[in-house]
């Protein structure tokens, strides 16, 4: 027995069984759906190509790369068009660029002199003890003052989390942000000062990061793994039960149909977090997953439209917006999607991708598509000019979307370490893990199939060649 299950066949999964596989580590891929990739599904219908999930993967990780480049698929990738590099934030119903330069942020109409003023002082302000952890809101009002959290933190927090920055940990979900405080004193100072730390570790700022995806959607990515595993995945194939044995790990699972059992010597628990506190585990200490069942996932509609492009007065010049909570509208934000990329919409058209729902208003993400897509309309002529109705469209729920790392997500992570310690053998691994977004699911995807790959050499598991 030398092989190692992976549990759950999203990003995270599929890039730890290729490295493992790469490193003739013999791998199962179990996976409940009848598809790989998790949120990473592309549609191409009437000339458009949307995304279920992610837009794009921002490429902060030489890991990343390596992958793209390890399956063969330089030649596929796009990078995004770098004419289309602002990112918009609307204020008083208005879309201003976030700026990101000193001289913009300087001369933008997005922050008031007063703010500006704010922000400059924040290098003089007293950093807090590293033990508290402290909300994202808390840490900003300290640091940064009340405008730049209501118009510039609290929509990023939207378009990253989908969260609030009034329950997310600092600490926790923005850790590069704290740490700078934490080594430097000063978010300002730790931006200039920590280049040549980033630069040393190969860390890309997100900022200066390239944003890709493929000639046909992001979906290629989970497609081409899939393909190059063969049948090392198993679909159709919910995992119900783990039992700790002598020489590794049972896994009792479910297969078209029938109750199966495998014995494993090692396991990455990569499905979503709510899914992991579902499986049952017996072993020698103590163990149960339910409490992982506690990390908040809200919901979050995602409407796609495509329009006449001489419906939409606003030139659609960059990624796209987000709306601060201040706004009091019904989106969360919208991507331009057929700007980012070629060959997203027909010629002449346009094709937008808006989000509802969140830690903002979850009740509103779960309510009928034809009233989403009437909320959507109205904020979309409002902000965008947009005149007409949509030539196409296109609604999905995820029921439970984004794990939020809110307040107190320090238990999540000391349970996880300490049933790693506790049960050899057992990893975690993925978005409520490791970050959230599609590049930190590839980085983690590879960082466990190395430790998996390193218990197996120590624990003298034999490794097929």
């Not at 949120?39 to 990343?64: A, D, F, R």
């Not at 660029?97 to 704010?118: G, T």
Request: glycine share 8%.
């Amino acid at each position: 027995m030398n092989t190692v299950a992976i549990i759950g066949g999203g990003i995270t999964g599929l890039t730890a069984a290729f490295r493992l596989s790469r490193c003739q580590v013999p791998v199962t891929l179990y996976e409940a759906g009848d598809r790989v990739g998790g949120p990473m599904q592309t549609i191409c219908e009437n000339g458009y190509l949307s995304e279920y999930g992610p837009n794009t993967i921002l490429e902060t990780s030489p890991k990343i790369t390596s992958l793209i480049n390890d399956l063969g698929l330089e030649q596929r990738r796009l990078d995004s068009n770098p004419a289309m590099n602002k990112n918009y934030i609307v204020r008083n119903g208005k879309m201003r660029p976030l700026p990101l330069s000193p001289i913009r942020f300087a001369a933008s109409p997005l922050f008031s002199i007063p703010a500006k003023l704010r922000i400059g002082l924040e290098p003089f302000i007293r950093a807090k003890p590293r033990t508290e952890d402290e909300s994202l809101a808390d840490f900003v009002l300290r640091r940064l003052g009340r405008e730049f959290l209501d118009y510039a933190i609290d929509p990023f927090v939207t378009g990253v989390y989908a969260g609030s920055p009034e329950n997310l940990s600092v600490r926790y979900g923005f850790p590069k942000l704290q740490a700078l405080e934490d080594q430097y004193g000063s978010i300002l100072l730790g931006a200039v000062l920590g280049a040549r730390e980033r630069k040393k570790r190969a860390e890309i700022e997100k900022s200066k990061a390239k944003k890709l995806s493929f000639d046909d959607g992001l979906q290629v990515l989970p497609d081409t793994l899939h393909a190059k595993l063969g049948q090392a995945v198993e679909l159709r194939s919910k995992v119900t039960r783990l039992r700790q044995a002598a020489d590794g790990w049972i896994v009792t699972f479910n297969g078209d149909g029938r109750e199966e059992q495998r014995r494993h010597s090692a396991l990455v628990l990569a499905a979503p977090a709510y899914k992991i506190a579902q499986i049952q585990i017996e072993a020698d200490e103590p163990a149960d997953f339910f409490l992982l069942k506690e990390i908040v996932h809200p919901p979050v509609a995602r409407i796609v439209m495509g329009f006449r492009r001489e419906d939409v007065a606003d030139p659609l010049d960059g990624f796209g917006f987000l709306v601060p909570k201040a706004e009091n509208l019904n989106i969360l934000g919208t991507t331009f999607s057929s700007s980012i990329f070629p060959n997203r919409a027909p010629s002449g058209h346009v094709l937008l991708t808006t989000f509802i729902g969140g830690c903002r208003q979850p009740d509103l993400a779960v309510q009928p598509a034809e009233k989403l897509f009437d909320l959507t309309l109205r904020d979309l002529q409002r902000i965008l000019g947009v005149r007409g109705k949509p030539v196409y469209r296109h609604h999905y729920l995820f029921p439970s979307a984004i794990p939020q790392y809110n307040v107190g997500y320090k238990k999540f992570v000391d349970f996880m370490n300490a049933t790693e310690n506790r049960l050899p053998g057992l990893y975690f691994a993925g978005n409520y893990r490791d970050g959230i977004s599609a590049g930190n699911c590839i980085v983690s995807g590879h960082d466990v199939a190395d430790r998996v790959a390193q218990f197996l050499a120590a624990s003298n598991h034999a490794i097929s060649p």
